[in-house]
C-alpha cells in the first residue's frame, strides 16, 4: 500500500468531508515549498494555515528544537519552571502592549482563547460582581472548542453544537457603511452592566474570509468598553508576529487590550504552543490566599520546553532587522498589487493589510464557506504548484516573510491567469 492509501484507511483529517479529494502526501518541506511523494514541489502560498513566517525547516529554529531535545524535553509545569518558558516569557513581554504583563501557556489558538474567556469570567467572579454577557463580531471564528465556538459566528462550523454553547452578543460586521448602527448596538448591550468582556480579531476576520476593517471603528468600541470596565480580548492567534505589518495588529488601534491570545505564527510554524497574556488588574484579581480564587487550567503540555526553545528562536529571526524588512518588502507588494486588481469585474472586493491579500470572487450563490468555486479554485492552483486554500469563493495569499518579489510574482500571475479564465467563459 502506498502512503496515501495507508493514510485513507487510518486517519480523519480536519475540515475535510469524509469522501472528498485524497490528502497529498508531503515529505518533506524547505523554504516556501512543499516536496510531495508524487514528486510534485508546491509553492505554500498559505503558510501551512497560517502558522509558518521563517519557511519551511529554517535551520536556527531546528537546531533550538535539536539542542533543547538533548537537554529537557517535557516536565510539568504547574509547581515548576525551565529557562525556555522563563527566557520566551521575557521575550514576549519586551514586544507586547505596555500593559501586558503576565504570560500564561497553553497548546494552540483556540485554547489560547479558551484561557482568554475563563479568565475574563473569573476575573469578575473573584471581584464578586460576576456578569453574563460577551460581546462578539458577526463573522468572527475564534477557535473550535466549546468556549471559543460560543464567540465564533453561528452557521455551518457550529451548528451541530449549537443547543450546548453559551450565548454571546453579536454586533454586526462594520463594513463601514453600518458603522453607526454596529457602535449603537454595542453601547447599548455595555450600558446593560452585565458585559464580562469584548472578543475581537483586531482589523480582519481570518476563517470570517479575510475581510478587513476600520481602526477607528474598533477604537470606538474599544473606548466604550474601556469606560463601562468591559474587558477587552484581542485575539490576535491569526494576526500576531507581524501579519499586518505591526508586530501585533492591537498596534493599529491606539488603544492596549486587557488580554491577548497568541499562537500559529508563535513558534514559527513549527511546534504547537499558545499563549494567553494579561495585565496587571486581571492578574491581581487571581492574586490571593484564597483557593477559590485559583485559575484551575492547565494542560499536560503546557509550556513545553521544545515548543518554547523555537518559540524563543523565532522570536529571535522575527526582531531581526532582514525579517523586519522582508514584512515591509511584501507588504508594499501585496499593496500594489490588490491595486491592480480593484475595480476587477469579478470582483466583489479585494482586501490587503501588511502582508494579508484576499480577493472574493462574485458568485451567483454568494459568498460563504461552502461556495461551491472553493473546488475549482483549489484545484486551480495546485496544478500550477501553487497551495492556496480558499475559503469558498474568497482566494487569499498568505506567504511566509522568506517570499522573495520573484516568487510573489509568481502567485500574482498564477492569479492574474485564474481571472482571465474566468471572465473568458
Same mark, same amino acid.
Given at each position: 500500500?502506498?502512503?496515501?492509501?495507508? +493514510?485513507?484507511?487510518?486517519?480523519?483529517?480536519?475540515?475535510?468531508?469524509?469522501?472528498?479529494?485524497?490528502?497529498?502526501?508531503?515529505?518533506?518541506?524547505?523554504?516556501?515549498?512543499?516536496?510531495?511523494?508524487?514528486?510534485?514541489?508546491?509553492? +505554500?502560498?498559505?503558510?501551512?494555515?497560517?502558522?509558518?513566517?521563517?519557511?519551511?525547516?529554517?535551520?536556527?529554529?531546528?537546531?533550538?528544537?535539536?539542542?533543547?531535545?538533548?537537554?529537557?524535553?517535557?516536565?510539568?509545569?504547574?509547581?515548576?519552571?525551565?529557562?525556555?518558558?522563563?527566557?520566551?516569557?521575557?521575550?514576549?513581554?519586551?514586544?507586547?502592549?505596555?500593559?501586558?504583563?503576565?504570560?500564561?501557556?497553553? +497548546?494552540?489558538?483556540?485554547?489560547?482563547?479558551?484561557?482568554?474567556?475563563?479568565?475574563?469570567?473569573?476575573?469578575?467572579?473573584?471581584?464578586?460582581?460576576?456578569?453574563?454577557?460577551?460581546?462578539?463580531?458577526?463573522?468572527?471564528?475564534?477557535?473550535?472548542?466549546?468556549?471559543?465556538?460560543?464567540?465564533?459566528?453561528?452557521?455551518?462550523?457550529?451548528?451541530?453544537?449549537?443547543?450546548?454553547?453559551?450565548?454571546?452578543?453579536?454586533? !454586526?460586521?462594520? +463594513?463601514?457603511?453600518?458603522?453607526?448602527?454596529?457602535?449603537?448596538?454595542?453601547?447599548?448591550?455595555?450600558?446593560?452592566?452585565?458585559?464580562?468582556? $469584548? =472578543?475581537?480579531?483586531?482589523? @480582519?476576520?481570518?476563517?470570517?474570509?479575510?475581510?478587513?476593517?476600520? !481602526?477607528?471603528?474598533?477604537?470606538?468600541?474599544? /473606548?466604550?468598553?474601556?469606560?463601562?470596565?468591559?474587558?477587552?480580548?484581542?485575539?490576535?492567534?491569526?494576526?500576531?508576529?507581524? #501579519?499586518?505589518?505591526?508586530?501585533?495588529?492591537?498596534?493599529?488601534?491606539?488603544?492596549?487590550?486587557?488580554?491577548?491570545?497568541?499562537?500559529?505564527?508563535?513558534?514559527?510554524?513549527?511546534?504547537?504552543?499558545?499563549?494567553?497574556?494579561?495585565?496587571?488588574? =486581571?492578574?491581581?484579581?487571581?492574586?490571593?490566599? /484564597?483557593?477559590?480564587?485559583? $485559575? $484551575?487550567?492547565?494542560?499536560?503540555?503546557?509550556?513545553?520546553?521544545?515548543?518554547?526553545?523555537?518559540?524563543?528562536?523565532?522570536?529571535?529571526?522575527?526582531?531581526?532587522?532582514?525579517? #523586519?524588512?522582508?514584512?515591509?518588502?511584501?507588504?508594499?507588494?501585496?499593496?500594489?498589487?490588490?491595486?491592480?486588481?480593484?475595480?476587477?469585474?469579478?470582483?466583489?472586493? @479585494?482586501?490587503?493589510?501588511?502582508?494579508?491579500?484576499?480577493?472574493?470572487?462574485?458568485?451567483?450563490?454568494?459568498?460563504?464557506?461552502?461556495?461551491?468555486?472553493?473546488?475549482?479554485?483549489?484545484?486551480?492552483?495546485?496544478?500550477?504548484? =501553487?497551495?492556496?486554500? !480558499?475559503?469558498?469563493?474568497?482566494?487569499?495569499?498568505?506567504?511566509?516573510?522568506?517570499?522573495? /518579489?520573484?516568487?510573489?510574482?509568481?502567485?500574482?500571475?498564477?492569479?492574474?491567469? $485564474?481571472?482571465?479564465?474566468?471572465?473568458?467563459?
Amino acid at each position: 500500500m502506498s502512503l496515501r492509501d495507508d +493514510d485513507l484507511k487510518n486517519i480523519w483529517h480536519p475540515f475535510s468531508p469524509i469522501g472528498g479529494e485524497p490528502p497529498i502526501v508531503v515529505t518533506s518541506a524547505q523554504g516556501i515549498y512543499l516536496h510531495c511523494e508524487d514528486g510534485r514541489k508546491l509553492i +505554500d502560498g498559505i503558510s501551512s494555515w497560517w502558522v509558518n513566517i521563517h519557511g519551511h525547516s529554517h535551520p536556527a529554529i531546528a537546531e533550538a528544537i535539536y539542542k533543547q531535545a538533548k537537554v529537557l524535553e517535557h516536565v510539568i509545569f504547574a509547581g515548576f519552571t525551565h529557562p525556555p518558558a522563563i527566557q520566551l516569557s521575557k521575550n514576549l513581554l519586551s514586544i507586547l502592549p505596555s500593559n501586558q504583563s503576565k504570560i500564561f501557556f497553553s +497548546d494552540n489558538g483556540s485554547t489560547a482563547v479558551e484561557v482568554a474567556l475563563k479568565m475574563a469570567i473569573q476575573y469578575w467572579h473573584n471581584k464578586g460582581t460576576p456578569k453574563r454577557r460577551v460581546i462578539a463580531i458577526e463573522g468572527s471564528y475564534h477557535g473550535d472548542t466549546f468556549g471559543s465556538m460560543s464567540v465564533g459566528d453561528r452557521g455551518m462550523f457550529t451548528e451541530p453544537f449549537s443547543k450546548h454553547l453559551f450565548d454571546a452578543e453579536f454586533i !454586526p460586521w462594520p +463594513d463601514g457603511t453600518n458603522d453607526d448602527q454596529a457602535i449603537k448596538k454595542f453601547r447599548g448591550i455595555v450600558e446593560t452592566g452585565d458585559v464580562f468582556a $469584548f =472578543i475581537y480579531e483586531p482589523l @480582519v476576520q481570518g476563517a470570517g474570509g479575510m475581510r478587513t476593517y476600520s !481602526p477607528k471603528l474598533l477604537s470606538s468600541l474599544m /473606548e466604550i468598553a474601556r469606560k463601562a470596565g468591559v474587558l477587552c480580548i484581542a485575539d490576535e492567534v491569526f494576526t500576531g508576529f507581524g #501579519r499586518t505589518g505591526p508586530i501585533f495588529s492591537s498596534e493599529h488601534i491606539g488603544i492596549m487590550p486587557d488580554l491577548m491570545a497568541l499562537s500559529k505564527g508563535l513558534t514559527g510554524g513549527t511546534m504547537a504552543l499558545g499563549v494567553t497574556t494579561c495585565s496587571q488588574q =486581571i492578574f491581581d484579581a487571581f492574586n490571593s490566599n /484564597e483557593l477559590s480564587k485559583t $485559575f $484551575f487550567h492547565g494542560h499536560s503540555f503546557t509550556a513545553n520546553p521544545i515548543a518554547c526553545a523555537s518559540a524563543n528562536a523565532s522570536f529571535d529571526l522575527l526582531m531581526a532587522k532582514e525579517c #523586519r524588512e522582508r514584512i515591509k518588502t511584501i507588504a508594499a507588494a501585496q499593496t500594489r498589487y490588490a491595486a491592480t486588481l480593484r475595480g476587477h469585474p469579478l470582483l466583489a472586493a @479585494v482586501n490587503s493589510l501588511g502582508t494579508i491579500l484576499s480577493l472574493e470572487v462574485k458568485t451567483e450563490s454568494g459568498t460563504s464557506y461552502g461556495n461551491n468555486l472553493k473546488h475549482e479554485i483549489y484545484r486551480f492552483f495546485l496544478d500550477r504548484g =501553487i497551495l492556496l486554500r !480558499p475559503l469558498g469563493n474568497v482566494i487569499y495569499f498568505l506567504p511566509s516573510y522568506v517570499f522573495t /518579489e520573484k516568487e510573489l510574482g509568481v502567485v500574482y500571475a498564477a492569479i492574474d491567469e $485564474f481571472l482571465d479564465q474566468l471572465e473568458s467563459r
